[in-house]
DNA sequence: TTTCTAACA
DNA sequence: TGTTAGAA
């Protein structure tokens, strides 16, 4: 009975705030820039769903890590959030979050150990996640 | 009260 | 990013 459907807009602006700790203004600035877009009630108030508050830890975390928007995006891309892949898959392990494979990405890294980062990465991720059940 | 957009510091 | 103005 209880929505798990992690892509039902459930949450406002202003749970989402306190849910990741980011401000309103860092919230909309990140969908301004095409991080994320998340659904819209009658009244243009905007709906999160849980796999966008997901995204969102992401990139808090992300650029708590020293990325500029252009670099968290750029990750994002690589591998969204968990969201269930078309094309049939059975799903091997849903823990894995988001950072799968590290590339060359040479001068958006702030960092040489890759390994190290995304090791911080996906522990946050895990923690967040983990959290949010 | 809360959120929205636009715009300025 | 913070913050404000005026409108839903």
């Known amino acids: 009975m209880r929505q798990t459907d992690p892509d039902t807009p459930l949450y406002s602006i202003g749970v989402v705030?306190?849910?990741t700790g980011l401000t309103a203004r860092q919230i909309r600035y990140y969908?301004?820039?095409?991080?994320l877009e998340?659904?819209?009630?009658?009244?243009n108030h905007r709906i999160y769903s849980p796999r966008e508050v997901d995204l969102l830890l992401s990139i808090k975390s992300l650029t708590n890590?020293?990325?500029?928007?252009?670099?968290v995006r750029v990750i994002l891309q690589q591998r969204p959030t968990g969201a269930p892949q078309e094309g049939g898959e059975p799903e091997p392990?849903?823990?894995s979050p988001?950072?799968?494979?590290?590339?060359?990405?040479s001068s958006l890294y702030p960092?040489?150990?890759?390994?190290?980062l995304q090791t911080r990465?996906?522990?946050?991720?895990?923690?967040?996640k983990e959290e949010n059940v």
């Open 93 to 95: 392990d849903s823990r």
């Open 111 to 116: 960092v040489n150990n890759r390994e190290d």
């Open 31 to 35: 969908e301004e820039v095409g991080l």
């Open 98 to 105: 988001t950072l799968g494979h590290p590339r060359r990405l």
């Open 65 to 71: 890590q020293g990325f500029n928007l252009e670099g």
């Open 17 to 19: 705030e306190r849910l």
């Open 38 to 43: 998340p659904a819209r009630s009658p009244g």
């Open 121 to 128: 990465l996906e522990t946050s991720l895990r923690k967040a």
